[in-house]
């Protein structure tokens, strides 16, 4: 079994280069274990800041990207969290080390299967996760207090703003193809607040 410390530690000072200084967030993706993440033809990329192709036509996001959506979280570990987009699960995990629960959505079935099969040999236990279409959100166990999505919206669904609390946050890419941003948005009291942090490209949020 091949050790990727050295590559893990590379990557970690590469983040820090570009900016990413929350320690908590650091740390956690530091903890997860990548290669686990991605097909074993391409584990030797793992630790490399770039976005890998999953199954099914789906990516594991740019480490950096990861590190930027979790840090504008603002987690402080009692948050539960909705995930639009389980994936590989790789975001999931880095979640559940910073918040209290992640409520994970995904629409491709042997995504989720694998993905579940990764947090039990993880011993991640404080993620639920199911099968389902993303825009509808988990109105059974909502309000959230922060809602994170992994796949970009042409718009954000008012079903998804809705299910976040007030003085809630929410970091979503948006926009179609090539003109994606990726925004955090906070429910106040007033309604919503938007900020754009970055262009972006994610897979498109497909509904049904």
Known sequence: MQDFQHEKARLI????????????????IERVPRELFVPKALSQHAYENASLPIALEQTISQPYIVARMTAALELTGRER????????????????????????IERLRPLLVEADNRFRKLR???VTSKFGNGADGWPEGAPFDRVILTCAPAEIPATLLNQLKTGGIMVAPEGRAREQSLVVIRRTEEGFERQELLPVRFVPLVEG
């Open 124 to 126: 991640i236990t404080n």
């Open 13 to 28: 000072m590469t983040l820090r280069g570009m900016g990413v200084v929350e320690a908590a967030v650091l740390s956690a």
């Open 81 to 104: 969290v909705l995930e639009i987009g389980t994936g590989s699960g790789y975001q999931t995990v880095i979640l559940s080390f910073l918040c209290r629960r992640v409520y994970s």
